[in-house]
């Protein structure tokens, strides 16, 4: 049977792995799915708390060096790509923000069948933000509505990182053209997927602020994002729609 898999990137997630891994084994007793943590060899030791939780479902990807959240996304990615096993991919963030409860609506078994993508989104009703300083909740919903309309996206939340993408969708997506190493990636994605079709729901969510770990967010990261998005926002303009940019296969 085909089923989903969790994708979790860590960098220094060491106080929260284990807890997210606990409560998804409580699901995974009426649910069947598997687990594959991408981990950039985080100093403080996530792989190996990782490696000793033994559970069949959870598997984990080493990767050398911190390379950003759009390379580890790539990578695990490519490794769902490469088994017959999956028919979702969910990406998650390993800090605890992202909560198990939601899991079920993002993966949504009542979804319209042709439903390519699925964006848990915090900035629609039912959706929410718990402990988030003024500038997240301006940087989060000020860098939406400025990708929405550079880019001419509809969506509420193109920044998130809590999803579940149809295998057949991500099987469209020429991942060579999807370079965006940091948090970008998730506008490149749905960019991505808007261009090969993907029929898009937008389901609430509750993001709640880190409690242990520090940020990976930075200065640089959001830099790259804003320019980004201005170019592709450029690109737009001057009629180079995204299928240009190759992203369809
Ligand atoms: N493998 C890998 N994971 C990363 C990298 N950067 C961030 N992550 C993980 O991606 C997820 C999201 O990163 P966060 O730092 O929580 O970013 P955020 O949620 O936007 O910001 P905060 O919650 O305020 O920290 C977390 O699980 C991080 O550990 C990276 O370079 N490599
Ligand atoms: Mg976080």
Request: net charge negative; hydrophobic share 40%.
């Amino acid at each position: 049977m085909i089923k989903p898999i969790i994708l979790i990137p860590t960098y220094n997630e060491a106080e929260a792995i284990l807890g997210l891994l606990s409560e998804l084994e409580l699901l995974h007793r009426k649910m069947d799915f598997d687990v594959l943590v991408i981990d950039d060899n985080s100093p403080d030791g996530t792989a190996d708390l990782v490696d000793s939780y033994d559970y069949p479902f959870v598997d984990i990807l080493h990767r050398e060096a911190k390379a950003g959240l759009g390379a580890a996304y790539r990578a695990g990615i490519s490794n769902v790509l490469a088994s017959e096993n999956y028919s979702h991919v969910i990406t998650m963030d390993g800090d605890g923000s992202h909560q198990v409860s939601d899991l079920e609506s993002i993966l949504g078994t009542e979804h319209p069948s042709n439903i390519s993508l699925t964006l848990g989104t915090r900035w629609i009703s039912g959706g929410s933000v718990v402990n988030w300083p003024l500038h997240r909740r301006i940087l989060s919903k000020g860098g939406t509505a400025f990708a929405r309309a550079a880019l001419g996206i509809p969506l509420a939340d193109l920044t998130g990182g809590f999803r579940a993408y149809s295998v057949p969708l991500l099987r469209r997506l020429n991942f060579e053209s999807i370079n965006s190493t940091g948090y970008c990636f998730q506008i490149e994605m749905v960019m991505a997927s808007v261009a090969a079709g993907a029929s898009v729901i937008e389901v609430p969510i509750t993001f709640i602020e880190r409690v242990n770990g520090v940020s990976k967010m930075s200065r640089t990261i959001v830099f790259e994002a804003l320019k980004q998005t201005t170019i592709w926002g450029l690109q737009r303009k001057l009629g180079r729609s995204a299928d240009k940019l190759h992203y369809v296969k």
